[in-house]
């Protein structure tokens, strides 16, 4: 296997990673409604993936180019990494604003009964 392949699958496996545990922050922040705090942690979690996947299009357009990249199981584990993450994350932005909605309804309704 090819150094550069192995760099690229294991650059999307540690950004993917990085991006999972701040998916993961957000989610503890959202579980005690702390809005800020997850809204942080998921921007931060955007730009990580985004390196993510700007290492696999690289690899993508080389091959496309006609550059030899070979077949590596270790990159296909990278690429279902970045798969499974990106599925975390939109799940994730999909609950918040279910939480942040429904808290605000809970306020609203707290509101009234004072």
Known sequence: MDDRVTTAAMGMILQAGDARLLIS????AISVNDYETATEKLKEAQKKM??????QTDMIQSE??????GHSLLFTHAQDTLMTVYSELN??????KVFESLEQRISKLEQGEQ
Do not use: V
């Open 64 to 69: 496309a180019r006609g550059e030899d990249i």
């Open 91 to 96: 799940l994730t932005k999909k609950l918040y």
């Open 25 to 28: 922050e957000a989610l503890t």
């Open 50 to 55: 985004t390196e993510a996947h700007k290492i």
